[in-house]
């Protein structure tokens, strides 16, 4: 099955967006991206080369984990990828956009999660509202 984000679409003949990535903005990109990677299945944090070592050292960081810019794949061809960012505030307010994450066992999930260093906001009906480790809301629903 081939994803929205890897086909190649057109719109009276011209070629249309494609979906690549989703960007969070957060004040530890390490440790969110190790988050999300084991939230997700079929995401891991990408692998530091000796290459990426190399240009790390010399803008100043020696330590991937102080790395600003960090980068979660999906194996081929299951998703977009995700970019965890180092911003200086911390979120302030609700998220205009989130993500929905769907579980065969919403409640086990979300218990998964929570171990992860999630937490629950909210216990609707059929899903489970939660936020990540720096605040940011994303959904559990069936499927």
Known sequence: MVGL???ALSWQGVAVARFLDVLFDCRHPAS???FWAAALEGYA???YDEAELARLRATGI????????VLVEPSPGSGPRLWFNLVPEAKQVKNRVHLDL???????E?????????RVLAEHQAWVTMADPE?????????
């Not at 605040?135 to 499927?143: I, Q, R, Y």
Request: hydrophobic letters at 35%; a negative charge; charged letters at 25%.
């Open 5 to 7: 984000w890897t086909c």
């Open 32 to 34: 969110l991206a190790r």
């Open 45 to 47: 944090v990408a692998p």
């Open 62 to 69: 020696d330590d991937p984990e102080d790395d600003p810019n």
């Open 102 to 108: 769907a579980s065969a066992d919403v409640s086990a």
């Open 110 to 118: 979300a218990r998964r999660l929570t171990g992860l260093g999630a």
């Open 135 to 143: 605040g940011n809301e994303f959904d559990v629903t069936p499927g």
